[in-house]
C-alpha cells in the first residue's frame, strides 16, 4: 500500500471512488458533462441543482448516469424556491449521495433523504454547525473556508481546520477553500482530511461549459481579485458570495439598497428580498458562464484562482493533483526520517 492508499482509505472508501477529490457543484457549470468527466477520471462529481426546474434536473441526473459509472453527489440548495420539489424527486429517484448546501437543511429533511439509502454531506461553517449536522444524522461533513468562491461563510479553512477537524477525528470530513494543487491537497490529508474539495480550478477544464472569456478572466486573475460581498443590514440576511470584483459587484451593491428601502416601505416581505437576492445571482452567473459577459455577468472564483494558470482535461488536473499528492508523502516520510 503506498502512502497515497493509506491516506485516501477513508475518502476513497466513503464516496465510492478511486481519488477522494470532490468537484464542487457550481451552478451553470457543474452539468453532466463536466460532473461525468470528473467521475471517468476517479474523481466524485456533484451536479448542482441550483433552481433548475425539478423535470430538467431530473433529466441531467439521467445523462449523468448514462456518461459515467462513477457515484455522483446532488447538490440541494435549501434557501432556493425549487428545493422541497427537489426534495420529492431525491425520493423517488433514490440517489446514493446528496449534499445540502446554500443554508442547513431541517432535521426531518435529512432523515428523509436517509430514509431513501442516500448517504448525506452537510456543509458546516463552525463548531457548533457540525456538531448540528451530525445529530441531524449527516454522514460526512465539508469544511469550506471563506477563501472558496461562490456562497461563502465568514471563516477560513484553516481556522475551521482546527474548530472542526481536530475535534471531529471519526467522522469522513472533507474540506476545501483555497485548494487548487495537490501539494496543498496532501497537507490537508496529513491532517486528517477525508478528501478535499476544489471548484475554481475545474471550472476552467476543458470540458467546462464555461464561455472562453470566461475561463480567460480566470486565469488572468489575481488570487487579491476574488472578494466577497458584504452585507449591509441584519434586515436583509444575506450569504456573502466571493467572486472576481466586476460590475456585477457594484450592481449587487445597489439591489441590496433598493431591496432594503423596499422593506422599510412595506412593499416587500424578507423572504421576497431574499429570493431576489438569489435571482440576480443565477442570472448574473448565466451571463458570465454562458454568454461570456466578463463585466455584467458574476464571476464568481475562490481565491485559488490566482493559482490557476492554463485550462487542462479534467483527467490531466486530476492527475496533476494525486502525483504531486503523492511526492508531497513521500518528501514528508523523507523528513521525518
Known amino acids: 500500500m503506498t502512502l497515497s492508499d493509506r491516506f485516501f482509505q477513508k475518502g476513497r472508501y466513503f464516496l465510492g471512488v478511486k481519488y477522494p477529490v470532490i468537484c464542487g457543484?457550481?451552478?451553470?457549470v457543474?452539468?453532466?458533462?463536466?460532473?461525468?468527466?470528473?467521475?471517468?477520471?476517479?474523481?466524485?462529481?456533484c451536479l448542482a441543482g441550483g433552481n433548475t426546474p425539478v423535470d430538467?434536473?431530473?433529466a441531467q441526473i439521467e445523462e449523468t448516469r448514462k456518461r459515467t459509472a462513477s457515484p455522483i453527489g446532488i447538490n440541494l440548495i435549501t434557501i432556493a424556491p425549487v428545493y422541497p420539489q427537489h426534495l420529492d424527486l431525491v425520493k423517488r429517484l433514490k440517489l446514493p449521495y446528496v449534499i445540502f448546501a446554500g443554508s442547513f437543511p431541517r432535521e426531518k429533511e435529512v432523515e428523509q433523504v436517509?430514509?431513501?439509502?442516500?448517504?448525506?454531506?452537510?456543509f458546516a461553517s463552525e463548531l457548533s454547525i457540525a456538531e448540528r449536522m451530525l445529530k441531524y444524522g449527516a454522514d460526512a461533513l465539508i469544511l469550506e473556508g471563506s477563501e472558496a468562491g461562490g456562497h461563502v461563510g465568514y471563516v477560513s479553512l484553516i481556522v475551521l481546520l482546527q474548530q472542526v477537524l481536530f475535534r471531529v477525528p471519526d467522522v469522513p470530513i472533507f474540506v476545501g477553500g483555497g485548494i487548487a494543487t495537490g501539494r496543498m491537497a496532501?497537507?490537508?490529508?496529513?491532517m486528517g482530511a477525508a478528501g478535499v474539495q476544489m471548484g475554481t480550478r475545474f471550472a476552467v477544464a476543458e470540458e467546462s461549459v464555461a464561455h472562453p472569456k470566461f475561463k480567460e478572466r480566470f486565469i488572468?486573475?489575481?488570487?487579491?481579485?476574488?472578494?466577497?460581498?458584504?452585507q449591509y443590514?441584519?434586515?436583509?440576511?444575506?450569504?456573502a458570495v466571493r467572486a472576481i470584483k466586476n460590475q456585477a459587484h457594484r450592481d449587487f451593491g445597489r439591489l441590496q439598497l433598493d431591496l432594503l428601502k423596499q422593506l422599510e416601505e412595506g412593499k416587500l416581505h424578507r423572504h421576497e428580498a431574499q429570493y431576489k437576492v438569489e435571482e440576480f445571482w443565477v442570472g448574473a452567473l448565466r451571463k458570465a458562464v454562458l454568454e461570456g459577459d466578463v463585466d455584467y455577468g458574476s464571476l464568481m472564483a475562490g481565491q485559488s484562482v490566482g493559482l490557476v494558470e492554463r485550462i487542462q482535461p479534467v483527467a490531466e488536473i486530476m492527475q496533476d493533483i494525486v502525483t504531486e499528492a503523492g511526492k508531497e508523502f513521500e518528501r514528508v516520510k523523507g523528513t521525518l526520517m
Open 30 to 45: 457543474s452539468e453532466p458533462g463536466l460532473v461525468a468527466a470528473v467521475g471517468n477520471a476517479g474523481g466524485f462529481g
Open 25 to 28: 457543484a457550481m451552478t451553470w
Open 186 to 190: 496532501a497537507h490537508m490529508f496529513l
Open 114 to 122: 436517509k430514509a431513501t439509502g442516500a448517504k448525506v454531506l452537510c
Open 233 to 239: 443590514d441584519s434586515r436583509l440576511p444575506v450569504v
Open 56 to 58: 430538467i434536473f431530473e
Open 220 to 230: 488572468r486573475a489575481k488570487a487579491r481579485e476574488a472578494i466577497s460581498t458584504p
